[in-house]
């Protein structure tokens, strides 16, 4: 597909976007769905371009340069699964447009200079159209149908990608058993677990104990509320602490019952809280019940790396790695074309720091790999590689 200024469109990452229909004004984002998943239930003339959106700053810059390069798109449609919490940096960056300091409002994600100058006639040109209340997405379909046609709009601009901008510091995790929850049941399952599979049981004292544990929730829930009253309120004598604009509450205990003690912890205390714990531990007469309360998560419930996310691509006849940092910024590439040089650099250089994330990129840089030593292979993260069947012509090499 081509802009009106005789562009192929779109100018960055073509290969891991779906086209549609090239008379079509609208582009979906699918965040961290699977767009395949998407595609197999959406009607493909209702949209332009149907592509993920998995990092809040680089992903942002780079859609918002593609949607630049065209002036026949007037929508972005947002739907899917939000894991990497991208979609509201996207959707206040296009109805708030930015603060003073290039920083889109309710987050702390800067855009580049290049961006800002131009995304007033972005703005003045795009409608977001927010549908992530449902992963149904056949019911996407009317949606994008009734929305109106309109005409091209304001000057087509092709930016540079953006500079990588090495940091002072990589991103990394804190000693001990560093546990993060999106509510407080969360993170005292995984709580439960780190002691379950890291404590050393005492005979004498008849406990089951961890050290070095910092606990942070970041919400209480609705299914919090009935955990917590359910026990007896623990004394604490929190501080706070401003971060980034937001007031942590942080709590210490020199040695934390787990079971209880951590639930009565919680009560009356204003998320995020953060609970560090020299000691944490199991009564013996507890360990069965905590064996069942913090039975393996469902497979969807992944928390982010706090090393950062990983992107791997080929091009230029290398795998290259994008080292994003937690806010999805570019804090460092790498190129090779080997598994043991690939390899190398992630463990070497502490790329990630969670056994699943660090399970999936080396699944990934194989796949990778592969594509790049066969010439009829496609290579898209998070999807199966495309093999086409064998003929005389093209026999496989696998």
């Given amino acids: 597909m081509q802009n009106s200024s005789g562009y192929d469109w779109p100018i960055y990452y073509a290969d891991t976007v779906t086209m549609g229909n090239p008379s079509s004004e609208t582009a979906v984002i699918s965040l961290w769905s699977n767009k395949d998943h998407v595609e197999d239930q959406l009607n493909d003339d209702h949209y332009a371009l149907l592509g993920q959106l998995y990092s809040q700053s680089y992903g942002i810059e780079i859609l918002c340069r593609n949607l630049l390069a065209n002036n026949k798109i007037r929508y972005l449609v947002v ?172 709590i210490h205990h020199d040695t934390i019952e787990a079971w209880t003690d951590l639930r009565g912890i919680m009560q009356a205390k204003k998320p995020p809280v953060t609970i560090t714990a020299h000691e944490a531990f199991l009564d013996e007469d507890d360990i069965k019940k905590a064996i069942e309360a913090a039975a393996p998560r469902h497979k969807h419930d992944r928390n982010p790396d706090p090393h950062g996310n990983i992107l791997v691509r080929v091009e230029d006849n290398a795998v290259k790695l994008l080292h994003c940092n937690q806010r999805g910024e570019v804090i460092d590439e790498y190129e090779g074309t080997t598994k043991h040089d690939l390899f190398h650099h992630v463990d070497a250089y502490y790329k990630v720091s969670l056994i699943d994330h660090a399970l999936d990129i080396g699944a990934e840089i194989q796949k990778a790999l592969t594509a790049l030593n066969n010439d009829h292979v496609d290579y898209e993260q998070d999807n199966p590689l495309s093999i086409p069947t064998a003929t005389p012509d093209h026999p496989k090499s696998f």
């Fill in 79 to 250: 739907t899917g699964i939000d894991l990497n919490d991208v979609s509201p940096g996207l959707i206040n960056l296009f109805e708030y447009g930015l603060n003073a300091d290039n920083t889109i409002p309710g987050t702390d994600i800067e855009v580049s200079d290049e961006l800002a100058e131009h995304l007033p006639a972005l703005n003045n040109r795009i409608t977001v159209v927010d549908e992530r209340r449902s992963n149904d997405f056949t019911d996407l379909n009317d949606t994008l149908k009734a929305l109106p046609s309109l005409n091209s709009k304001g000057d087509e601009v092709i930016l540079d990608l953006p500079d990588v901008v090495q940091p002072t510091r990589f991103p990394t995790d804190f000693a001990g058993f560093r546990i993060r929850g999106r509510s407080f049941t969360e993170a005292w399952h995984q709580t439960l677990r780190r002691i379950l599979l890291f404590g050393e049981f005492n005979p004498d004292a008849q406990r089951l104990t961890a050290i070095n544990l910092s606990i942070h929730v970041k919400a209480i829930t609705d299914d919090d509320d009935a955990l917590i009253d359910a026990v007896p309120r623990v004394t604490t004598s929190p501080t706070t602490k401003e971060i980034d604009g937001e007031t942590h509450t942080m």
